[in-house]
């Protein structure tokens, strides 16, 4: 059975950092593209990054660009959201979500290619 959980959510102050987790189970991490979405209040849902399978490349939307970074630990099968110089915009319910191909692909922002998700969690960026 394939399950995703999230974990490293809190509140922290602008300018911090924090590092979300996804632990995988049910399935080999390495096989499958890993992405990270976030949901405001209010907001659709909004592609944040994505790790391919095979290769490990990297995609990033233009929003966390150059902030955020993306990884994954193979032999722990988890995938690692390292965000750093956090803005209060950046206050989100995070999920990580398993894509049905190996790699991200162009249209990687896209939900509707993810299977299965994680049950969020939450970010606060405040002062």
């Known amino acids: 059975q394939v399950q995703l959980v999230e974990s490293g959510g809190g509140l922290v102050q602008p300018g911090g950092s924090l590092r979300l987790s996804c632990a995988a189970s049910g399935f080999t991490l390495d096989t499958y593209a890993i992405a990270w979405f976030r949901q405001a209040p209010g907001k659709e849902r909004e592609g944040v990054s994505c790790?391919?399978?095979?290769?490990?490349?990297?995609y990033y939307s233009d929003s966390v660009k150059g902030r955020f970074t993306i990884s994954r630990d193979n032999a722990k099968n988890t995938a690692y959201l390292q965000m750093n110089i956090l803005k209060p915009e950046d206050t989100a319910l995070y999920y990580c979500?398993?894509?049905?191909?190996?790699?991200?692909?162009?249209?990687?922002?896209?939900?509707?290619?993810?299977?299965?998700w994680g049950q969020g969690t939450q970010v606060t960026v405040s002062s």
């Open positions: 790790i391919s399978g095979k290769n490990g490349a990297t």
């Open positions: 979500a398993r894509d049905f191909r190996s790699s991200c692909g162009s249209r990687w922002w896209d939900e509707l290619q993810y299977l299965y």
